[in-house]
């Protein structure tokens, strides 16, 4: 979708746009409260996002010194302004305890309660429902009110489409709506009673907050899609079921949350990698491939990804994590990491590029569906638009090592000749399993240049490949280039279902269909 709001959105990793949505709220409550639309004191919010700020930054750092890990900016930003929205609001000078311990629960718990260097808990829940056990003192989730509501939303609509969580969302509310109902008949409540009660729950409540929030949370949320639904059903299921049994526990939405984290850590637990660099190197101007060894196996399926973590001084608003495809295959020791640097890469890019062999990052969240029919017999078409080609390299290079063989056309597009990478890996596998790879470049075309020119489009695909319609398509580079192509190849009679797509966001340069 080409909409500029939902363009600019997308510039920001999903930590950073959810850092100012926070701050828009802790900013526009502020705000209200001094205009006595919101029965709060401002300097009590103020206060305590100040306190909270500076508490968790302090405390994450000597824990992380402590422990000998790099600490993330954006988390311990995150949880303090979570911690503002829902504890209090309170006066700071006579509560400087019970906020100083909501601050060290929610930060210890990210070391301390961890398995494979992945917290368990959400940290900001952990730290409220534990000091709530603790001193009796628990969270107020003042944030729920009906005047913050539509401000609640708006800014978690923009988090959604980054964060692309909607289907969770969705589907705890529609899961909690329902039980919310089947439980107030079974025990003979009257329906419009009912209605008010839900009424009541969604305006005057947090459940907005914490679904739009609390529950997506990307590193205590399930990694994987196909279990992020089930994660969001079980936790409305949990939050019903405290709300009926113990409706005079004040704690239920932390409760339900913190039970949600260990359900997500039983269907999809996603340990967090420590990968060393060993070696790089410059295979093509301005693209860099950084070879890395694990501490530990990652058992990774040809063309899925990880979410790579480098934490690095004064970063920039797209943060200090990046989606990166393993453009190794399963079958080589090393992991192996290919991109391409522009003149004014971005603070990751940068630091990336610095790195040294033996020194450091992490990743976790494998996933991906950008993967190869279990069918060896189905044929197929990559698309390939710049550096998008690496998780072709991965497939490609798994075929060989594992002498499994199936038809497959591989188109690269490239700006110049020079741009192109992995032909020598290409070139094995046409003789290893006949694969067929269409070159083509669009600028600074050599005299001597034997491949074809010019954009792909619908007429060179049907050239080279008579019997498209008959393969399941990959497509693979910037955002805009697979939409193109998505829309380009719809239009030539491929079924949906046998369009894959591939994309890596904050590229404008598209090397897309021609339309």
């Known amino acids: 979708m080409n909409i500029p709001l939902i363009a600019w959105v997308k510039k920001f990793t999903m930590y950073r746009l959810m850092l100012y949505y926070l701050i828009f709220l802790v900013a526009i409550s502020i705000l209200l409260s001094l205009f006595g639309l919101l029965p709060y004191q401002a300097i009590d ?109 708006l800014g978690g609509l923009f988090v959604l489409v980054r964060t692309k969580r909607t289907n969770m969302v969705i589907s705890f509310l529609t899961s909690y709506i329902i039980l919310f109902f089947l439980v107030g008949l079974f025990r003979g409540r009257d329906i419009v009673l009912l209605i008010s009660q839900l009424r009541d729950v969604l305006l005057l409540s947090p459940l907005i907050f914490f679904s739009l929030v609390m529950l997506i949370e990307p590193l205590t949320s399930p990694a994987m899609k196909k279990f ?27 409760l339900s949350l913190l039970i949600g984290n260990i359900f997500t850590r039983m269907i999809n637990f996603d340990p967090r990698f420590l990968f060393t660099l060993r070696e790089k190197k410059e295979i093509a101007p301005n693209i860099i491939q950084f070879f890395f ?53 971005s603070s990751f890019k940068s630091a990336l590029k610095a790195l040294e062999p033996g020194q450091t990052l992490t990743a976790h969240h494998l996933e991906g569906e950008f993967v190869l029919p279990k069918d060896p017999d189905v044929p197929c078409v990559f698309i390939a638009g710049g550096i998008g080609v690496t998780p072709f390299r991965s497939m490609i290079k798994y075929m060989i090592d594992s002498k499994s063989k199936r038809p497959i056309t591989l188109f690269c597009s490239n700006r110049t000749a020079s741009d192109i990478v992995f032909k020598d890996l290409f070139d094995q596998a046409e003789k290893e399993f006949g694969l067929k790879t269409v070159y083509t470049i669009t600028d600074d075309i050599p005299t001597d240049w034997k491949g074809r020119t010019g954009f792909i489009d619908a007429k060179m695909i049907e050239e080279e490949v008579p019997d498209y319609k008959q393969r399941i398509f990959y497509i693979s580079g910037p955002e805009p280039m697979v939409e193109a192509f998505e829309k380009m190849i719809a239009e030539m009679g491929v079924a949906d279902n046998n369009i894959k797509r591939d994309f890596f966001p904050g590229y404008t340069d598209t090397h897309q269909a021609k339309k």
């Open 293 to 345: 060894t694990c501490d530990e196996r990652v058992n990774h399926v040809a063309g899925q990804y990880l979410e790579w973590t480098l934490a690095h001084a004064h970063p920039d608003s797209r943060g200090m994590r990046r989606y990166f495809t393993i453009s190794s295959s399963p079958t080589e020791s090393d992991y192996i990491l290919t991109t391409k640097f522009s003149e004014k890469s």
């Open 45 to 153: 919010i103020l206060s305590l996002a100040i306190f909270f700020t500076l508490a968790c930054w302090l405390i994450n750092n000597a824990i992380a010194r402590l422990m000998k890990v790099t600490p993330n900016v954006e988390s311990q930003f995150i949880t303090a302004l979570i911690l503002t929205l829902i504890v209090g609001p309170m006066p700071l000078i006579p509560n400087i305890g019970p906020a100083l311990l909501f601050t060290a629960l929610a930060m210890g718990s990210k070391y301390v309660i961890a398995w494979r260097r992945r917290h368990i808990f959400n940290p900001a829940g952990f730290g409220v429902f534990a000091t709530a056990l603790l001193i009796g003192q628990g969270a107020s989730w003042w944030i729920g009110s009906t005047i913050m509501l539509p401000f609640v939303i």
């Open 228 to 254: 992020r639904v089930s994660y969001a059903i079980f936790t409305a299921f949990i939050l019903i079921l405290a709300q009926t049994f113990f409706s005079s526990y004040p704690y239920t939405l932390e």
